[in-house]
């Protein structure tokens, strides 16, 4: 039977490890706050007095990492003072010679590495089904195996992969939208996609979540840095699901096509005011088209990007506007080319065969829209 209440931390994802190249000079920060934001947690587990923590998945990058991190990662776990289990990810798939291997998990009878797919006694009577990951890709639902008996203990599952469509790119280890109603799992707690997610089954009751990772890992992904603190009241009910903030980097990507003068000094007030600048990596892709007397302003961004960010780059896809309209006989003959000589006639205030309707600066910048879509579809 369950107690009055069980109280459990969901995390994954921690990819412990991760040489943050896309961070460019803060990568070493980066490993440093997956490790800070790991110390968070484990506090978050004492203060909230959780009665175990479930890891699912990924919490190391690959199995090359340096040991004295996976030390330094188990002593984070024990640190929790309560039971912590954890299973494997594509990321650090259980395969022999792996850094479940690794010495110091033996070091720290509090942190269990499931290993097997079994059934595992929890603290409060709750059982765990693990779904361990023994490969980097396999193409079966994890969870297929389980079915939890209906004995009116909790059964709570722990898996690691893609529910239907989160990650179309990626359709590894993909797990059935109602994987936890069929298997008969009170709550099934999930680690590989980096936000989080809470599923409710055909009654409306939330029975399966993604955690999110503890740090977000990469530019635009927004609102990981997450952890839940799942709650059982009884197995007949829902449990109550609160989400707690772990992570305090933010990876912000803005992607802006310009068009107009005032675009530019429009885009260095917005991220001038961004707030929490020291804790922010930022990237900036612009594309369109900017005019030759604007390079300074280009220049103001691109210092404030690099100096003023934790980590900031601008990737510039921009072309200089046109001075004249000579780029329109470039253009191949045909209907693309016919608009563009018309526009360009409407384009001058003087011209005295405009449609009444068509103002010379609408054609203009009809025109500066066709000149960007002739030069993205240029393969010079
Ligand atoms: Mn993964």
Same mark, same amino acid.
């Given at each position: ?26 990568? &070493? ?6 490790? +800070? *934001? !790991? =110390? %968070? ?5 004492? @203060?909230? #007095? ?119 790119? &990626? ?6 939208? +109602? *994987? !936890? =109603? %069929? ?5 099934? @707690?999930? #680690? ?128 200089? *506007? ?59």
């Amino acid at each position: 039977m369950v107690g009055p209440m069980v109280r459990v931390i969901h995390t994954a994802d921690w990819q412990m490890g991760m040489r943050a190249v896309h961070a460019g000079s803060a990568a &070493e920060r980066v490993r440093a706050e997956r490790l +800070d *934001a !790991a =110390e %968070r947690l484990a506090s978050m587990v004492r @203060a909230r #007095g959780a009665d175990f923590v479930l890891v699912c998945g990924d919490t190391f990058e690959d199995h090359h990492v340096d040991r004295a991190l996976v030390s330094r990662v188990v002593e984070i776990l024990a640190s929790c003072r309560c039971p912590v289990y954890i299973i494997s990810g594509n990321h650090d798939p259980m395969v022999p010679g792996s850094v479940w291997s690794d010495a110091s998990f033996r070091t720290a009878p509090t942190v269990h590495v499931l290993r097997e797919q079994a059934p595992v006694e929890a603290p409060c009577g709750v059982v765990l089904w693990p779904c361990v990951a023994t490969a980097r890709h396999d193409e079966n639902d994890p969870t297929r195996w389980i079915v939890a008996p209906q004995d009116g203990r909790l059964h709570v599952g722990l898996a690691h992969g893609t529910v239907e469509s989160v990650h179309r790119e &990626e359709p590894w280890y993909p797990i059935a939208r +109602d *994987a !936890a =109603e %069929r298997a008969g799992l009170h709550y099934l @707690a999930l #680690g590989h996609f980096h936000l989080p997610v809470l599923y409710p089954d055909s009654a409306g009751r939330v029975r399966m979540a993604y955690s999110g990772t503890h740090e977000p890992t990469r530019f635009g992904e927004k609102g990981g840095g997450t952890a839940l603190l799942v709650t059982f009241d009884s197995p007949d009910k829902s449990p109550e699901i609160e989400q707690l903030q772990t992570g305090r980097l933010r990876w912000v990507q803005v992607e802006r096509t310009l068009r107009e003068r005032t675009e530019l000094p429009a885009l260095f007030a917005e991220l001038a005011a961004l707030e929490g600048k020291d804790t922010t990596l930022l990237r900036v892709r612009l594309e369109g088209v900017f005019a030759l007397d604007e390079q300074e302003s280009l220049e103001s961004l691109a210092e404030l990007v690099r100096g003023q960010f934790l980590y900031g780059r601008v990737e510039s896809h921009l072309r200089p *506007a046109p001075t004249d309209a000579r780029w329109t006989e470039t253009l191949p003959v045909g209907p693309t080319r016919d608009a563009a000589l018309k526009l360009s006639r409407w384009a001058d205030p003087e011209c005295t065969d405009r449609p009444a309707e068509i103002q010379a600066d609408v054609a203009a910048r009809a025109l500066l829209e066709l000149y960007v879509m002739a030069a993205e579809t240029d393969p010079s």
